[in-house]
C-alpha cells in the first residue's frame, strides 16, 4: 500500500507539474482568475489523465514504439472531447468562461510526459495512481493560484466577499502581469518548501 | 486594408499571445535561456504556425462543417498539425539541410503545442475568413517571435545578477515575463 502512496504523493509537492516541472503552465495562468474555474480545470485535467494513463498502460504491449506517441495524443484527444463535451452539456456557463484553454487539454506536455515515462511501462492500476496524484498536484497548484489571485484581486473567493469594502481590489492580480509576477513568487516558496522536505526525509535516513 | 494591417497589429502587440493569452508558455520558458536558441524558435513557430492555420481552415470549412462534425475539431486539428510538422521536418531536412541544422529541433518541439493549436482554434471560433486567419497566424507568430527574443535578451543579461537561491532559473524568469506583460498592458486600448 506504501507504493501506492509514493506513486500518488510525488505529485502532489516533489514533482508537482506546475511548480517544479514548469509544464502545462498556459492554464495556470490562464484561467486562474477565479476559483471556480481554477477548480473545474483542475478537475477536467485529473480526469484526463488518470483516463489516459489508464488508456496507454492497458495497450502498452500492442503499440508498435514508432507510432507511440499519435496514438497517445489520438486518445488524450479522444478524452478531452468527451470532457469537453460532458461540460459544455452539464455546466455550459463555466465550458463558455474556460473556452479555448479547454481544447488545449489536449497538448498539455505533461499528459504526454506521464503516458511516455510513467504509463507505457507500468500496470494499469499504478498508472492510473500516478495520473490521479499528478492531476491533484495540478488541482492544488491551481487552488492555491486561483484563491489568492481571486482574494486579492476581487476581494472575494468562490465568489462570496471576503475582504469587506474597506480593500480596494486590487486589479493587477486579475491581469496578465500579476499573474506572471505571483506564479514567479510562488515558484520560489515551493523551491523552499520542498528544499525542507527533503532534508526533513534525508535526516530521517530515507532515500529520496 | 487598414482591417488587415489592425489585425495584424493586434495580434503583434495588443492580443500578444504569451504574454496577455498565457499561451505557448512551455517553449517560452525552456527555450529562451539564450539568444540565437530564441530567435530560432521564434521563427520556426512563425513558419508553423501560419502554414498550419491555413490547413486547418481548409478541413474546417471543406470537411467538418459540410459533415456537421464540428466536435470533431480538436481532435483533428491536433492530428493534422502533428503530422503537418513531421513532413515539413522531412522536407526541410531534406531540401535545405543548412536550415534544418538551424531549426530542425525547434520544429519537433512545437508539433504538439498550444501556440500552434491555439490559432487556428481562435480563427475558427472568430469566423475569419482564409485571409484574415493568414493574417492573424502570421501576426501571432511574429507577437510569439518579438516576446522570446526580448525574454531571451533579458535572461542573458539575467546571468551576471546576483538572484536569490530560490527564486534562481524558473521563478525570476516568471517574474521577468510580468515585468514584460507590464510593459504590454500599455498598448492594449491603442486600436479600439
Known sequence: ?208 | MSEYLLLFMGAVVINNFVLTRFLGLCIFFGVSKNYDASAGMGMAVTAVITLSSIFAWLAYNYILLPLNVTFLTTIVFVLLIASFVQLLEMAVKKYTPNLHKMWGIYLLLIATNCVVLGVPLINVESGFNLAKSVVNAFGSGVGFALAIVLMASCREKLRLANVPKSLDGLGVAFIIAGCLALSFLGFSGMIK
Open chain 1, 1 to 208: 500500500m506504501k507504493g501506492y502512496w509514493d506513486i500518488f504523493s510525488k505529485g502532489l509537492v516533489l514533482e508537482n507539474p506546475i511548480f517544479v516541472l514548469a509544464l502545462s503552465l498556459c492554464p495556470a495562468l490562464a484561467v486562474t482568475t477565479s476559483v471556480v474555474n481554477a477548480l473545474t480545470m483542475g478537475l477536467t485535467v485529473t480526469f484526463v489523465i488518470s483516463m489516459n494513463n489508464l488508456i496507454v498502460s492497458i495497450v502498452r504491449n500492442w503499440v508498435n514504439p514508432k507510432v507511440r506517441v499519435p496514438i497517445y495524443i489520438t486518445s488524450i484527444a479522444t478524452i478531452v472531447t468527451v470532457a469537453e463535451l460532458l461540460l459544455q452539456a452539464f455546466a455550459p456557463l463555466l465550458y463558455k468562461q474556460l473556452g479555448i484553454y479547454l481544447s488545449l487539454v489536449v497538448v498539455f506536455a505533461i499528459i504526454l510526459a506521464r503516458a511516455e515515462v510513467f504509463a507505457s511501462k507500468n500496470r494499469p492500476f499504478p498508472s492510473f495512481i500516478d495520473g490521479f496524484g499528478m492531476g491533484c498536484g495540478f488541482t492544488l497548484a491551481m487552488l492555491i493560484v486561483g484563491v489568492i489571485r481571486e482574494l486579492f484581486g476581487n476581494g472575494t473567493i468562490l465568489g462570496y466577499t471576503v475582504l469587506g469594502s474597506w480593500y480596494p481590489p486590487a486589479l493587477i492580480f486579475i491581469m496578465a502581469p500579476g499573474a506572471f509576477i505571483l506564479i514567479g513568487y510562488l515558484v520560489g516558496a515551493w523551491n523552499i518548501w520542498s528544499a525542507r522536505i527533503e532534508k526533513a526525509k534525508g535526516e530521517r535516513g530515507e532515500t529520496i
